[in-house]
C-alpha cells in the first residue's frame, strides 16, 4: 500500500514539474505584457516538436536539444510577438488576448497537421534500471524531470532576483514610468 502511494506521489511530482515551468513561464509573459498569453501551450509544443526533431529526426541526442529546442520556441514567440500581438497591443487588451487564443490554435493544429499524429515518442533520456525504494518502482526519468525542473527553477530565481537584465525586467514589469526614471530602458 505504502509503495503504492510513494509512487503515485513521484508520478504527480514529475508531472507537477513540468505543469509548473509551464506556469511560471505563463506568469512571467504576464508580468512583462500585461497579458494573458492563451497561446503558450502552442509554444510549449513548439519546444517539445523542436525537441523531437533534433533527437529524434536528427539524432542528434538530449543535451544539443536542450539547448536548441528553447531557442527555437523562443525564435518563434519572439516572432509572432513582433509580427502579430506588438501592433494589435495599439488596440484594446480585448482583440490582444483574443488574438493569442487563435495563434494558440492554429499553432497546435499546424503542427498536427504536419506531423500527422497526435502523439509523437521520444526514447528515454536517462538508461538504466528503475530504482526500489519500500517495493515503490522510481524510474531514472522520473527524477530526471523534477531535478531539472528544480535547476530551471533556480536558474530563473537567479535571472529575476539578482541578475542586472532579470532584476530590470521585474522592474519594468511592476511599474514602467518609474524604472524609466531610474535608467531602465524599455524593451521594444
Not at 93 to 102: D, N, W
Not at 155 to 183: D, T, W
Request: glycine content about 14%; aromatic content about 12%.
Amino acid at each position: 500500500m505504502f509503495a503504492e502511494f510513494l509512487m503515485i506521489v513521484v508520478g504527480g511530482l514529475k508531472f507537477g514539474a513540468i505543469y509548473a515551468l509551464a506556469a511560471v513561464g505563463i506568469v512571467v509573459i504576464h508580468k512583462a505584457t500585461r497579458t494573458v498569453n492563451f497561446a503558450h501551450g502552442a509554444f510549449v509544443l513548439a519546444g517539445a516538436w523542436a525537441a523531437y526533431g533534433v533527437v529524434q529526426v536528427l539524432g542528434y541526442g538530449y543535451w544539443p536539444a536542450y539547448l536548441l529546442a528553447p531557442l527555437a520556441a523562443g525564435l518563434l514567440a519572439a516572432i509572432v510577438e513582433l509580427a502579430i500581438l506588438r501592433p494589435i497591443r495599439q488596440a484594446d487588451s480585448f482583440a490582444v488576448i483574443t488574438s493569442t487564443i487563435f495563434i494558440g490554435i492554429g499553432l497546435s493544429e499546424l503542427y498536427r497537421l504536419i506531423q500527422n499524429t497526435e502523439m509523437m515518442g521520444l526514447p528515454n533520456p536517462v538508461s538504466g534500471p528503475p530504482l526500489f525504494f519500500f517495493d515503490a518502482i522510481i524510474t531514472r526519468e522520473q527524477i530526471w524531470v523534477v531535478g531539472g525542473a528544480i535547476i530551471g527553477g533556480l536558474i530563473g530565481l537567479a535571472i529575476f532576483g539578482y541578475a542586472k537584465h532579470g532584476r530590470g525586467m521585474r522592474a519594468m514589469a511592476a511599474n514602467p514610468r518609474g524604472a524609466a526614471l531610474c535608467g531602465i530602458p524599455p524593451i521594444g
